[in-house]
């Protein structure tokens, strides 16, 4: 389990808090072969692989971040039945205003499919994105 940096020991704290569920699916990887963003960090291309940690609320969910074998830590996501069966795991992205996809979410496939949603804070939450298919 990763547990670098403060976000990582506040959503640890949380969950001794909280008493939550146990660790559950999905652990989902996706490829991309163009400059991309999770968070604050941006790479040329890469891996992005997420871990779900624990449930917070039925709809709140504690993920853990990795980009090319590099944990970047702990963050929530917005969970929800997903809005239609993808036939395969789909990252949902942004594009920002240099063109560089921004990561704001996956789809993970299957007949009980879920949609996880991360926190957006500039005011793109409505924006359309671009799909990235698993790699497993």
Not at 95 to 111: K, N, S
Not at 121 to 127: E, N, P, R, T, V
């Amino acid at each position: 389990m990763c547990r670098s940096g403060w976000v990582g020991r506040m959503a640890v704290a949380a969950l001794l808090v909280s008493g939550s569920a146990v660790a559950a699916e999905p652990h989902v990887r996706f490829r991309l072969h163009e400059p991309f963003r999770v968070g604050s960090h941006d790479y040329d291309s890469g891996v992005i692989a997420l871990n779900n940690v624990s449930s917070l609320t039925p709809s709140r969910s504690i993920l853990e971040v990795w980009v090319n074998g590099e944990c970047l830590g702990m963050m929530t996501a917005h969970q929800s039945r997903a809005e239609a069966a993808a036939p395969e795991s789909e990252a949902l992205f942004r594009r920002d205003d240099t063109g560089r996809l921004e990561m704001v979410g996956f789809r993970v496939a299957g007949p009980e499919g879920a949609t996880y949603r991360f926190p957006v804070s500039d005011g793109h939450a409505g924006s359309s994105p671009a799909v990235a298919i698993a790699m497993n």
